[in-house]
């Protein structure tokens, strides 16, 4: 069974930092492009951070400087460090993968990746 499992999202005061993980099961996750997505209340879902199998990294720019993408092969997990955060960071975030075959309907693009499987998420609240 495919699935990405997120975990580390909080409840923190601005200026606060969170690391989420993701551990993605039933196929080698950082063989694809992996990323972090958020969605708040009333918005759309938008990229926040995205990693490349062979390491390259890109950010949103309401993040650069903030936040850090890596991954641990190994552990076929995926993390997000979150630092200096912010009210406007209040989200859900969701680990995604690039894998295709187990495309079950929900698919978005972002740069030159494109992601088909999605975890439940992890909500990341800051307060001010």
């Known amino acids: 069974q495919v699935q990405h499992v997120e975990s580390g999202g909080g409840s923190v005061q601005s200026g606060g930092s969170l690391r989420l993980s993701c551990v993605a099961s039933g196929y080698t996750a950082t063989d694809y492009c992996m990323g972090w997505f958020r969605q708040a209340p009333g918005k759309q879902r938008e990229g926040v951070a995205r990693i490349k199998n062979d390491g390259t990294t890109a950010y949103a720019d309401s993040v650069k400087g903030r936040f850090t993408i890596s991954q641990d092969k190994a552990k076929n997990t995926l993390y997000l460090q979150m630092d200096s955060l912010n009210p406007e960071d209040t989200a859900m975030y969701y680990c995604?993968?690039?894998?295709?075959?187990?495309?079950?309907?929900?698919?978005?693009?972002?740069?030159?990746?494109?992601?088909?499987?999605w975890g439940q998420g992890t909500q990341v609240t800051v307060s001010s």
């Open positions: 995604a993968g690039s894998y295709s075959k187990y495309y079950d309907g929900d698919y978005q693009a972002w740069g030159t990746c494109g992601f088909y499987i």
